[in-house]
């Protein structure tokens, strides 16, 4: 039974659900407090690389390693790492970021099934909603690296390729990290989505695929190199209405 069956049990249909209505239209307003605070918080950490993967990899699988010497060189480069601040690969995120020179961040979420944030975070930020951590994790970014991950991580990815190929957000390089892991996946862009038209065959500049840590972060400066890691006013337009 939810909650709005076991209220219009306890009292009238007729006023069930105006209270029911009365707490949605207050909910708005924790979704708002949820993006102020969030908002205010993150304003200082820029540049910031926010780094996705999956949650479900043991700190001794190659991905976590690969992962923590990604982060940590990011870091000691001068960026902020940005993860979920959860296990696996979130972890090894911000691991590798608190042990460097930079600010390693957390935006950990609520779930049903309790996710425990990890303790290598100089800044957590708990979130209620999925939709309000996931414009933190854009807003906030110079770039996105995506390691090996599974739902969430897929989301993740198309979320960032879908604002910038819309324009929604500023372009920055959004790196696939293992190109064995990404192989199908890209290939299937690029002979299916492309081929039947459902993209185009530009929109496959929109990847970067690496392999090697030195590699994700050679690939964001040389993509800054020429004008600076601050938006410009334009950009700051865009993601002001992310």
Sequence with gaps: MTEKDKLADSISPELAEKTWSARESWRVFAIMSEFVEATERLSAIRPAVSIFGSSRTPPDHPYYMLTGKIARQLSDAGFSVISGGGPGLMEAANKGAYFGRSPSVGLNIQLPHEQAANPYQDISQTFRHFFARKV??????????????????????????????????RKMPIILVHEPFWRGLVDWF????????????EDMDLLQVHDEPGQVVEAIFGYYEKRGFEPSAAEREVLLNL
């Design 190 to 201: 690029r002979h299916t989505l492309v081929t039947e038209g459902m993209i185009d065959p």
């Design 136 to 169: 933190m994790f854009v807003k906030f970014a110079t770039a996105w690296v995506v390691m090996p991950g599974g739902f969430g991580t897929l989301d993740e990815l198309m979320e960032a390729l879908t604002l910038v190929q819309t324009g929604k957000t």
